[in-house]
C-alpha cells in the first residue's frame, strides 16, 4: 500500500472537485444575479436627477 | 495606493454631464442592465445582503453621477465593479468592512433573512468561500463566476495578472482542501443557527484541546482555542 506518486485517481477526483467548485461558485453568484432587483435601485437615478435638477433650478 | 486603472470616475467636476441626451439613456439603461451582476458582486465581497445593496447603490449613484468619465466602448461592467471594488476597500470605517465573513457578523444577521445571505445556508463551498482572505475570494468570483478575463480581473482588482491568477489558485486549493475535510476551512465551526453538534464540540474544545484536537480523522475544531 504505498502511495507515493499521486495516483490516477487522486488527480481524477481533484479535477471533479474543481468543477464541483466551479459549478458552486457560479450557482452562488447566479443565484443572487436571478433576484428581482429591488425597486430602490431602479428608482435611484431618477432620484438623484431629480436632486441635481432642484439644484441646478435653484441656483 | 489606489491608482485608478479603469479611470475610476472622481466627481471633482461638480457632476457636469456631458449633454449628450442619447448617450445618456444608452448608458443609463446598460448600467440597469448590470444592477444584478453589480449586486452579485456586492454580495460576494460583504457576505451580508443589506450591507450588500447599500454599498452597490453607492456604486451605482457613483457610477452614474461621474458617466462622463467612462471610456465609450470600453467594459462598463468591469469600470462599474472596479467603483464598487475601490469603494468598499476604500474607506475601512463603512459598515461593510466590518461585516467579514466571521462568525461574530454572521451571529449578527437576522435570521429572517439568513436564506438571502451567502453567510447562512451554507453549502459546503459557501462556508469555505466565506474564510477565504478577501482578496482570494474576490479574485475566484470574477474569474470563476463573474466570467471576467485574468486581465479583467487584475485591472478591477487593482493588481497584476500574476497575482490575481496565483489567488485564484491559492483559493481553488483552499476550497478543495476544505472540500476534501483536509483543508483549515473545514475545520471551521458553524456560525449561529449552525447545529448543536459542532456548537458543542467547539465548546469541549475549548475545554479540554489536547484530548480533542488528536482524536479521529482530522482536526475537529482544528484551530485549537489557544
Known amino acids: 500500500m504505498k502511495r507515493e506518486e499521486p495516483d490516477r485517481e487522486e488527480v481524477i477526483a481533484a479535477r471533479a472537485r474543481q468543477r464541483a467548485i466551479g459549478r458552486e461558485l457560479r450557482r452562488l453568484y447566479d443565484e443572487v444575479v436571478q433576484e428581482p432587483v429591488p425597486d430602490d435601485f431602479l428608482d435611484l437615478l431618477k432620484k438623484i436627477d431629480e436632486t441635481k435638477g432642484k439644484k441646478d433650478g435653484t441656483s | 495606493m489606489i491608482s485608478h486603472n479603469f479611470d475610476e470616475p472622481s466627481l471633482s467636476a ?21 444592477i444584478p451582476f453589480l449586486r452579485a458582486f456586492s454580495r460576494s465581497l460583504c457576505g451580508d445582503r443589506e450591507l450588500a445593496d447599500d454599498l452597490a447603490q453607492e456604486a451605482l449613484a457613483k457610477a452614474w453621477q461621474s458617466r462622463e468619465s467612462f471610456r465609450a466602448g470600453s467594459n462598463l461592467k468591469a469600470w462599474l465593479f472596479t467603483i464598487l471594488r ?18 461574530s457578523a454572521a451571529e449578527r444577521v437576522p435570521v429572517a433573512r439568513g436564506e438571502q445571505t451567502w453567510a447562512m445556508h451554507l453549502s459546503d463551498t459557501a462556508r469555505a468561500l466565506r474564510g477565504l482572505p478577501a482578496e482570494q475570494r474576490e479574485a475566484l468570483i ?7 478575463s485574468y486581465e479583467d480581473a487584475a485591472r478591477i482588482s487593482n493588481c497584476a495578472v500574476g497575482t490575481v491568477k496565483s489567488r485564484v489558485a491559492r483559493a481553488r486549493k483552499a476550497l478543495s482542501a476544505a472540500l476534501e475535510g483536509t483543508g483549515p476551512l473545514s475545520a471551521e465551526p458553524r456560525p449561529a443557527g449552525g447545529n448543536a453538534t459542532n456548537e458543542i464540540m467547539a465548546q469541549l474544545n475549548r475545554l479540554a484541546p489536547q484530548g480533542f484536537s488528536e482524536a479521529g480523522s482530522g482536526p475537529v475544531e482544528g484551530k485549537d482555542s489557544a
Open chain 2, 14 to 34: 461638480s457632476g457636469e454631464a456631458a449633454a449628450v441626451p442619447g448617450r445618456d439613456e444608452d448608458f443609463r439603461r446598460d448600467l440597469l442592465g448590470l
Open chain 2, 86 to 103: 475601490n469603494q468598499f476597500y476604500s474607506d475601512r470605517r463603512r459598515a461593510w468592512r466590518q461585516a467579514p465573513w466571521d462568525e
Open chain 2, 142 to 148: 470574477l474569474v470563476g463566476a463573474g466570467g471576467f
